[in-house]
Nanobody, 125 residues
Framework: QVQLVESGGGSVQAGASLRLSCTVS????????MGWFRQAPGKEREVVGGIIWTGDKTDLADSVKGRFTISRDNAKSTVYLTMNSLKPEDTAVYYCAAFDGYYSGPYYPEESDFRGQGTQVTVSS
C-alpha cells in the first residue's frame, strides 16, 4: 500500500520560509513524478507544481515562481517544497501527489495515482 505523508507545515509571518516534505512508502518512488497542490478555504484547489521522476525538470505555477522550489531525494523517497517569501495568500492546506508511469505533467491532482493527507500552512501579515 502506497502512503504519502506530508510534514513541515506551520504558522509563520509574511516573508518567512518553510520547507515541506512528503515521504512516500510502500511504492517505487524513483519512478514517480511528484506534484504539490494546495487548497485554501473557500477557494478552488490550485496546482503548485511538480518534479519529474529524474528530478531534472520542475514546473511551478506562476503564483509561486521565484519564491518556491521543488526538489527530491530518491534515496530518502522524499520530495520537498521549499517556500520562501511567504505571503498571506499562500495560506492553505498543502498536499503532495504521486504520478506513476514516468509521468511528465501537468500535475493535476485528479491525474495522480496517490495523494497525501495534507499539511496546514498559515501565513499571517
Amino acid at each position: 500500500q502506497v502512503q504519502l505523508v506530508e510534514s513541515g507545515g506551520g504558522s509563520v509571518q509574511a516573508g518567512a520560509s518553510l520547507r515541506l516534505s512528503c515521504t512516500v512508502s510502500g511504492g517505487s518512488f524513483s519512478r514517480y513524478s511528484m506534484g504539490w497542490f494546495r487548497q485554501a478555504p473557500g477557494k478552488e484547489r490550485e496546482v503548485v507544481g511538480g518534479i519529474i521522476w529524474t528530478g531534472d525538470k520542475t514546473d511551478l505555477a506562476d503564483s509561486v515562481k521565484g519564491r518556491f522550489t521543488i526538489s527530491r531525494d530518491n534515496a530518502k523517497s522524499t520530495v520537498y517544497l521549499t517556500m520562501n517569501s511567504l505571503k498571506p495568500e499562500d495560506t492553505a492546506v498543502y498536499y503532495c501527489a504521486a504520478f506513476d508511469g514516468y509521468y511528465s505533467g501537468p500535475y493535476y491532482p485528479e491525474e495522480s495515482d496517490f495523494r497525501g493527507q495534507g499539511t496546514q500552512v498559515t501565513v499571517s501579515s
